[in-house]
Structures are given as structure tokens and as C-alpha cells.
């Protein structure tokens, strides 16, 4: 046997042994032996095989994580690809995560060539046939659209957002077209989808050994949109759209069932991923749960639908975590929305001390590792058996979250209840169930009580457990509830006069001084 087939047998056998410890999440053992790994290039297969070890090592310090050093090896890899690989699928697997890692570390000036590169790429493929490429495009386009409003590149934003929202009409319309008719046959549906994209993502990439097919299956990362919508299959013009968001561990799907009675009531739909839950969890740099950027996220969907819905009415609701989301949104951005209904949003919970237990001994051990969470929150947000188990194998979940993804969210919720009382202009209807035993109601009662707007209602379901909106099955009680409120809410909007210019200027005033001193006052 030549030397050379010598070289690559043991290659290859260092390339399955660093995988088998990828994969038994031994990040570091399996750095160790990529390290160790030289690159041969004296031939073709040497040089590409050179640029996937430093893919992988880029891969494994984003696992750890190491962002900075992740970001050193990705540009590493890049220059060998552009130079030894042209392989435009390889390029484009390197450019993504280079680019989110430097985009959510604020780099955007040294983010834009990567940006721009790699949406020349995805639209190339796009235009010669590559489907898959569609939404990778899209978040391309994402993080190109966030550069140039960072840089302040007005001209560059005025020309791109229009081609953002131009490539997101038609993906938001044909999501619509192929929705499931329930829970269970559309995460059947997302998994026939996900394999069919693995399928391709691995040809695309086309392996040549063992180690290449399982470093590129393990590594895929199934691309979707963070925002999803339902229209009224009998085209009849809707009258208001509703912009929807999910409890803690769910996604935007979670409100399939809701949005399918809403729309036959006269509404548009739409539901969007939190940051760091759903699509956000796939894209580089977004994996974590995120508050801040999720408000932004807020507003920004808020913006598109208006695009997208002109001179339509914009309500918010959320339920749990994304309960406390429409609350905050309505404390931050009031003119944005024309009411909110919030379900849940307690940030008192049965059962705090022994999580809290469980996060510090997390955190003492590996404050950056996840652990799951998802039995104990299946377990108190319903009794029903079967929807327990849909939700452990829904492939779009999120339930594994690290120590201080936990704390984060725990400080969120209570400081989000602190500021209830700077909500003094938005028409406010909280909804909760007298059987939830996750969220304590007499938490909800109390921001419901904080509440400085007078326009408020709140809507108590003796027999409703803690979700109520992302179930299978709606209650006709609920759903008459709420679409008699929003209806009330349309009429009477509709009727007000449009006030003065000094009033609204007047108002605005009043408004950032009450949101500044209960910011304050949460702060103490």
C-alpha cells in the first residue's frame, strides 16, 4: 500500500474518531483531533479535505462556545475554499455561519463583504434551480438588510428592503399553501420536508468518504422562516391582522389551530418565531434565547405586516413567555399596535424553587451547556397525555436551554410585570385559566391590576389549563370571547376622531415619562 492511501486510511480513521466524540459531545477531544490533523496539498481531494478540518474545527468552537476563535477558523476555511474549492454549496456553508457570528457581535462593517458575498451566491443557485437555496437567500437578505441599517446606509436600505420583502411574500404564500391541517400532520409534514432538505444539503456537498457523509448529516441545519402566516382559504378581505407569539419552548406553528378558526372570523394571521426558539435556533449566532433582539424582532414583523397589510389594524397576542413578549411591546412601542391580548404572562410559577435548584447546580457545572427541561414544563402546562407527547418529538421545539437562557427568561418576566403600570394608552385584554399549574394566576391578576390603561378586560376559563390559545382544539367560550373583543375594538377605532397634532405630541410626552419612571422603578 502507497503512502499516500496510508495517509488517508488514517486520516480517515482521525476524522470518525473526532465525530464519534462530536457526537458524545466530547467537543474538546474531537478539537484535539482535528488539530492534530495535517492538511495534504499535494492533490485536489488533499486540499478540499483542508478545508472541511477547518470548517469543522470553526463548527466545534461555536459548540463550545468560542465565538471569536470560530470566527478565525471560518475565515481560514473560506480563503483555502476560494482558493483550492469552488464549490459554491461549500462556500456558502462557511459564509453563513461567518457571517451570523459577526452580525450578532455588531461587526457589521466587517460582516458586509461576507453578507454580500454570500447573497450573490444563494441567488445564483436560486436562478439555476437550487430550490433548497429559497430561504437561505432569505436570511441572507436578513442579515444584509440589518448591516446597512447599522451602517446607517440609507441608500443601500432604501434599495434592499423592498427585494427583502419581494422574496418574502412569496415564501410566506406558499408556507400558507401547504399547511397541515393539525399539530400532529404538519410536524409530519415539517419532517418529510427536513429530511427531503438533508437529503439534498448532503449531495450537495458531495461527500466522498464515510467521515464527510456523517460530519455533514450531524451538522445540517434545517432553514425555515422566524415568520409564519394564515389567510382565509375564501379570499374575502380580512378586516385586521393579529400578530401571534408562542410560549416558551414552542415556535410560530404552535397556532395552527388557533389561526384556522380566526381567519373563518375574518382575520389574518400571523405567528413568529422568538429569538432563539423555532427558525432562530438553526441560524448561526441566533441559537440563543435572546430578549432585546426578540423586542426588536417585534417591531420588525409588526413593520412587514403593515407593508405587507396597508391601512389594516395590527393586534398582538401572546400566551406564557410570549404573553409577557405583547405586554412588554405595548409598554415599549404603544403607537405600533392597536391592542394586545395577553394570556398567562404570570412571572410567578408552581414550582420555582426546585428549578431554581436545578439551574444553579447547571450553572455551577456548565453554565453554557443546556439541559432539558421539557418533561418538567410538558408535565405542568397540560394533563393531557398525547399533547405531552407531540410536543417532545415536535422537531421544531426547543426544551434543552442553558443555565442562563433560564435566568435571562426569569428576569424578563419579572421585569416585564414590573412595567405594567407605564401601559397606559394600548386597549389591554388578559386572559388566564383557573386550572393552569404553571403560571400562577394570582400573578396575572396582578399585572392585569398594574395595568394603568383604563380600556382593559380580562378573561377567566374556570376549567383552562396554563396554554389555552396553542392547543389542538379552541374553545368556542375563548374563541367568541376574544373575536367579540377585537370586533368591539375595530368599531370603535374606526369611529374616533383623529386628534390634534399637540394632543398627540402632548400624549407622546406623558407616555416616555411614565414608561422612563416605571423602567426605573423595575431597576430598583
Known sequence: MSKKNTRAQKAELL?????????????????????????????????????LREKRLADMYVHLPDEQKAIEMYKSA???????????SIRISILEPLTGLLVEKKEFEEAQPYAEELTSLCTARVKAGHIAEVVSLFWAHTHLARIYNETKNTDATAKFTPQLLALLDPLLTLSAKYQATSLEEDQKAYVRFQNKMRDEFIEDNTPRTLSEYLWLSSQFRMRDLPLTNWTASTGAKPKAAILCVHALGLSNRAFGPLAKELTKRGFTVYAMDVRGFGAWQHEFGSETVHFERAMDDVKSMLQIIKMREPGKPVFLLGESMGGAIVLRAASDCAGEMSGVISSAPSAKRYGEAKLAALVALHLFRKPTQPFDIGEQLAQQATSQEDLREMWKHDPRAKVSLTPIELIKFNKFMIDTSKLCSSIDNVPIMVVQGQ?????????????????????????????????????????KVLLDGVTSWLDNHLAMQASKPIPKPVTLETKTEKQSKARKAARKKAQL
Open 435 to 475: 386550572a393552569d399549574k404553571l403560571a400562577k394566576p394570582q400573578g396575572t391578576y396582578q399585572m392585569y391590576d398594574s395595568v394603568s390603561s383604563r380600556d382593559k378586560a380580562m378573561l377567566i376559563l374556570g376549567d383552562a389549563e396554563h396554554l389555552i390559545f396553542e392547543l389542538p382544539n379552541q374553545s
Open 15 to 51: 476524522n470518525l474518531l473526532a465525530y464519534t466524540y462530536y457526537r458524545q459531545n466530547k467537543t474538546r477531544s474531537a478539537i484535539k483531533i482535528l488539530e492534530h490533523l495535517s492538511d495534504d496539498n499535494t492533490s485536489k481531494e488533499g486540499k478540499r479535505a483542508g478545508v
Open 78 to 88: 473560506l480563503a483555502k475554499a476560494n482558493k483550492y474549492d469552488r464549490n459554491d
